[in-house]
């Protein structure tokens, strides 16, 4: 079901919005009235994404920033104010992942993740909190079942989206008394995305194994996770505050686990 929300004249800035589940929601902000702004670090990305998105007839400006680089998360950060003034909704959702053991990682290939990931989400909160409208702000981190699910060949992840929760945490009882709510969504598998190729076997065989761990019978879409981040963001979640909350058909555990075990028996996991 489509429940419309109205966010006519707001400033919603996505990070890693150029694409999968952060451009669902960047679309479904704009289709509901937002002034809008994504960020990515390929401009490519950033040039195909803001065609999309003014299909939908409002105001977006695209940036190129790397999330990795806490200067340049503040220049895109600064030019998205000085054009749509404070930012009522701040989604940070950049992320990377591979197949790996961790007895085949380098030290640098743990560390992209991390940078990624965690730091990324540090940076963009970190440089954002001075252009948020406080109070009445909410921030929405994209998290991962890997933060509180053991898995096998995502060491990587499963630490730095552990750090993302927690920063999701702290964050909302330390922003708190300003007026700025802080939360998390962690997806389940999600049709149609970048996760799902690296992540899940592929095609009818593998969709079938995905949808039949899936206690609701089907993967979910970009669509399910924009609603949930718009929820988040409306005030009917004016008293939500450090949740991290699943949209995973209710089976992120059995489902995420068997999608990444088979999809690992497909493909040779990377050493990295």
């Known amino acids: 079901m489509d429940i419309k929300f109205d966010f006519s004249g707001r400033h919603v800035f996505v990070f890693g919005g150029t694409t999968g589940i952060n451009l669902g929601i960047a679309k479904a902000f704009a289709r509901s009235g937002a002034r ?9 990305n950033v040039d195909a994404a803001v065609e999309a998105l003014r299909q939908f007839g409002g105001e977006v400006l695209g940036v190129t920033a790397d999330v990795r680089d806490f200067d340049a998360v ?15 909704v701040l989604v940070s959702g950049a992320a990377g992942n591979f197949l790996a053991e961790a007895n ?9 993740v991390v940078d990624i990931d965690l730091n990324g989400t540090f940076h963009v909160m970190r440089q954002a909190f001075q252009y948020l409208a406080r109070p009445g702000a909410s921030v929405i981190n994209i998290t991962a079942p890997q933060s509180m699910i053991p898995m096998r060949f995502q060491s990587h992840v499963c630490a730095a989206k552990a750090g993302v929760d927690q920063l999701t945490r702290v964050l909302a009882i330390e922003w708190g008394a ?5 939360n998390a969504i962690s997806p389940g598998p999600i049709a149609g995305t970048e996760g799902m190729r690296r992540l899940a076997p592929q095609g009818e065989e593998g969709d079938a194994m995905v949808n039949s761990a899936v206690p609701l019978g089907r993967m979910g879409t970009p669509e399910d996770i ?16 450090g949740a991290i909350v699943p949209c995973d058909g209710g089976g992120a555990s059995e489902s995420i686990k068997s999608m990444v075990e088979a999809a690992a028996q497909e493909m040779k996991p990377r050493t990295a």
């Open 178 to 182: 300003a007026g700025v709510r802080v």
């Open 104 to 112: 085949d990682l380098s030290s640098n290939a743990f560390k992209v």
């Open 74 to 88: 503040g220049r895109a950060l600064a030019l998205a104010h000085e054009r749509f003034g404070p930012i009522d």
């Open 226 to 241: 924009a609603q949930l981040a718009m929820f988040l963001a409306s005030s009917a979640a004016s008293y939500v505050s």
């Open 36 to 44: 809008v702004c994504v960020a990515s670090r390929k401009q490519e």
